[in-house]
């Protein structure tokens, strides 16, 4: 789930609280998987001092995370 939830809000460029009504789930566990995320990332040297925010890469808005090819329990 946390991988699912981070690729479409920092990837794909989706709101907390469109995910948390795709996934059927509250904002704040939206949230939680996001700071989890960060920090795991941050631990792994893969990002450094600073924030993250905003999409990484191209928004694809689609409506569904199988529309962007993310399967669901993935994470």
């Known amino acids: 789930m946390q991988r699912t939830v981070t690729t479409l809000h920092y990837f794909e460029g ?12 509250a904002e704040s566990t939206v ?6 995320a960060r920090r795991r990332l941050t631990d792994f040297g893969v990002l450094g001092f600073g924030s993250v925010s905003g999409p990484v890469t ?18």
Do not use: F, N, Y
């Open 31 to 36: 949230r939680a998987h996001l700071v989890h």
């Open 14 to 25: 989706w709101k907390i609280s469109d995910i948390a009504g795709s996934l059927g789930i």
């Open 58 to 75: 191209r928004s694809v808005r689609a409506g569904t995370p199988e529309a962007c090819g993310i399967q669901m329990g993935a994470g």
